[in-house]
């Protein structure tokens, strides 16, 4: 087929590849513009834009598609598909409807569970037992189309940044396969029922909340890894916690305050239950063990945290 890719992050890219490893016909492909990045505001390339300059394929970075110029140039591509996956940009229907097949998406929840742009942080943070991957035919709404497939997959124990690379290849292989026999996957509407929004993430939300209970701080300290970082802060310095397991999660750890360490070994009170942290980050340091940063840095018993 003749196809048009539209992507940014590295979330995109195993699909690109999927698509071009089957043979199809990438006609363009969509990615935002280069911007600075890190800390040193070098202007860096998107993952998409990468990939695809190693592989020859040409790319386009437009800063909207808004303007007639832009729609029309989509147009003039004669395209069989479109397929976005995680591109950032809002399609406006005369885009949306220029490709003879439309425009399929690659989204990283079972719609219409967690639609929008978090939905792997939310699912972890709600303490959902499985997500997945819904390949989606796009229309004008946030993530309203109808489906055309679904798989699944356990959320227990990973980190966003494991489900992210897991979603990523599963979508891939999904693309792959609806765009082999579309008719074989038609499109069904999403239910009414079930219905919630993936808010986009605030570095705010980072900062580790010991108010709550152990089992929520340790969904938090998975949803932030590895960005923005589930953090705590101990005399003024930022501790980036990367993992944790949870102790007693049922019980109130009796004479501790949340946020309070009741033992030499990193273990934090929390409302109910404790968290005993297990890799922890400093400030321009690389990630350690626990035990690692004890031995240079003690935190004894009854330590506040903030």
């Given at each position: 087929?003749?196809?048009?890719?539209m992507?940014?992050?590295?979330?995109a890219?195993?699909?690109?590849?999927?698509?071009?490893?089957?043979?199809?016909?990438?006609?363009?492909?969509?990615t935002?513009?280069?911007?600075?990045?890190?800390?040193g505001?070098?202007?860096?390339?998107?993952?998409?834009?990468?990939?695809?300059?190693?592989?020859?394929?040409?790319?386009?970075?437009?800063?909207?598609?808004?303007?007639?110029?832009?729609?029309a140039?989509?147009?003039?591509?004669?395209?069989?598909?479109?397929?976005?996956?995680?591109?950032?940009?809002?399609?406006?229907?005369?885009?949306?409807?220029?490709?003879r097949?439309?425009?399929?998406?690659?989204?990283?929840?079972?719609?219409p569970?967690?639609?929008?742009?978090?939905?792997?942080?939310?699912?972890?943070?709600?303490?959902?037992?499985?997500t997945?991957?819904?390949?989606?035919?796009?229309?004008?709404?946030?993530?309203?189309?109808?489906?055309r497939?679904?798989?699944?997959?356990?959320?227990?124990?990973?980190?966003?940044?494991?489900?992210?690379?897991?979603?990523?290849?599963?979508?891939?292989?999904m693309?792959?396969?609806?765009?082999?026999?579309?008719p074989?996957?038609p499109?069904?509407?999403?239910?009414?029922?079930?219905?919630?929004?993936?808010?986009?993430?605030?570095?705010?939300?980072?900062?580790?909340?010991?108010?709550?209970?152990?089992?929520?701080?340790?969904?938090?300290?998975?949803?932030?890894?590895?960005?923005?970082?589930?953090?705590?802060?101990?005399?003024?310095?930022?501790?980036?916690?990367?993992?944790?397991?949870?102790?007693?999660?049922?019980?109130?750890?009796?004479g501790?305050?949340?946020g309070?360490?009741?033992?030499?070994?990193?273990?934090?009170?929390?409302?109910?239950?404790?968290?005993?942290?297990?890799?922890?980050?400093?400030?321009?340091?690389?990630?350690?063990?626990?035990?690692?940063?004890l031995?240079?840095?003690?935190?004894?018993?009854?330590?506040?945290?903030?």
């Open positions: 087929m003749r196809i048009a890719f992507g940014t992050p590295p979330f890219v195993p699909t690109l590849a999927a698509l071009h490893g089957a043979g199809h016909e990438i006609a363009a492909v969509y935002q513009p280069p911007r600075p990045a890190q800390r505001k070098k202007v860096q390339q998107s993952a998409v834009n990468a990939w695809a300059e190693e592989h020859g394929l040409p790319v386009r970075t437009p800063k909207s598609l808004k303007s007639a110029d832009e729609q140039e989509f147009a003039a591509l004669d395209l069989d598909v479109a397929v976005v996956a995680a591109y950032g940009l809002i399609l406006p229907q005369a885009v949306l409807g220029a490709p097949e439309g425009c399929l998406n690659v989204h990283g929840s079972i719609l569970r967690w639609r929008g742009a978090a939905p792997v942080q939310r699912a972890i943070l709600a303490g959902d037992a499985e997945g991957v819904t390949i989606m035919q796009m229309d004008a709404g946030l993530d309203t189309g109808a489906m497939l679904i798989e699944r997959t356990p959320v227990a124990g990973k980190t966003a940044g494991m489900l992210t690379d897991e979603l990523a290849e599963m979508g891939a292989l693309m792959v396969k609806v765009l082999s026999d579309l074989a996957f499109p069904a509407p999403q239910p009414d029922a079930g219905v919630t929004y993936a808010a986009k993430i605030d570095k705010s939300e980072a900062r580790l909340d010991f108010l709550t209970s152990a089992v929520q701080v340790e969904r938090q300290v998975r949803a932030f890894n590895p960005v923005p970082g589930a953090f705590f802060e101990l005399d003024g310095e930022r501790f980036k916690l990367l993992a944790a397991e949870v102790v007693h999660p049922a019980e109130t750890v009796a501790a305050a949340p309070t360490t009741i033992d030499g070994a990193l273990t934090i009170a929390c409302n109910p239950g404790a968290i005993r942290a297990t890799r922890v980050q400093r400030a321009g340091k690389p990630a350690m063990t626990a035990e690692e940063l031995r240079g840095r003690a935190v004894p018993k009854g330590t506040r945290l903030a």
